[in-house]
């Protein structure tokens, strides 16, 4: 890879700078397939949101160790919406939970959704807020993406949606503290900020004791050894 190619890699910036947040009442899209049709993941939710980092999770560590359910992983999928309603732009990546994942499987199953040109539009209805927000979808008439010129303009530079959630906080022990001081007391904050000390501390390395050897030791190997001669 030449300089010029490495600098245009790591400097490139996906075109998926929005996310679809539903709105109060009725919206409109139709699933967008590039890549893998649905993305699962695990994420935390602490000052900000941050992914899950599985096996090797601190935040999962914290929330065990110390039991803060509130902190615990929550399983999330992500796909690729055309948000008909607010082209601005037009392809969004809308992360969800499991309700509306159940939703939109038992409608996948009944209802062409996902191809570029029979795909159903959703219509996607919100109520409440807070925890009691409330979802409801349901398949509507057939759209073509392809007729939509903006969707193809953007669907070329589109990444694949494995790529995605590429940027997305990684949980260090830095960044977790960071978050944890603005939503926890300082008390439970101290806590836990030991505890990273103690557990990220390198082993303490064993200082061999040193053998001194006194004269009579080095008289008394004289004579065994003057008796072993005879």
């Not at 759209?143 to 949606?161: R, S």
């Amino acid at each position: 890879m030449s300089v010029l190619q490495e600098f245009l890699e790591e400097t490139r910036v996906s075109p998926v700078t929005s996310y679809f947040v539903p709105k109060l009442g009725q919206n409109h899209l139709r699933v967008v397939v590039k890549g893998k049709p649905v993305l699962t993941y695990r994420i935390h939710f602490l000052k900000y949101s941050m992914m899950c980092a599985l096996d090797n999770c601190w935040v999962c560590r914290i929330a065990e160790t110390f039991d803060l359910p509130d902190f615990r992983a929550r399983e999330m999928r992500a796909i690729y919406v055309a948000d008909l309603d607010d082209p601005n732009p037009l392809i969004k990546l809308f992360t969800f939970g499991p309700s509306i994942a159940g939703k939109l499987n038992l409608i996948a199953s009944n209802t062409e959704i996902l191809d570029e040109e029979k795909g159903a539009i959703l219509i996607l209805q919100r109520s409440g807020q807070g925890r009691n927000t409330r979802y409801e979808i349901v398949p509507s008439k057939i759209l073509d993406l392809k007729t939509i010129p903006q969707y193809i303009e953007e669907y070329k530079g589109l990444p694949p949606l494995q790529e995605a959630l590429q940027n997305e906080r990684v949980p260090t022990p830095e960044v977790i503290l960071n978050d944890l001081k603005d939503i926890v007391k300082p008390d439970v904050y101290q806590t836990i900020a030991d505890w990273i000390k103690e557990v990220t501390a390198p082993p303490e390395q064993d200082v061999p004791t040193p053998t001194i050897t006194t004269q009579a030791q080095v008289d008394l190997q004289s004579i065994l050894q003057s008796l072993k001669k005879k």
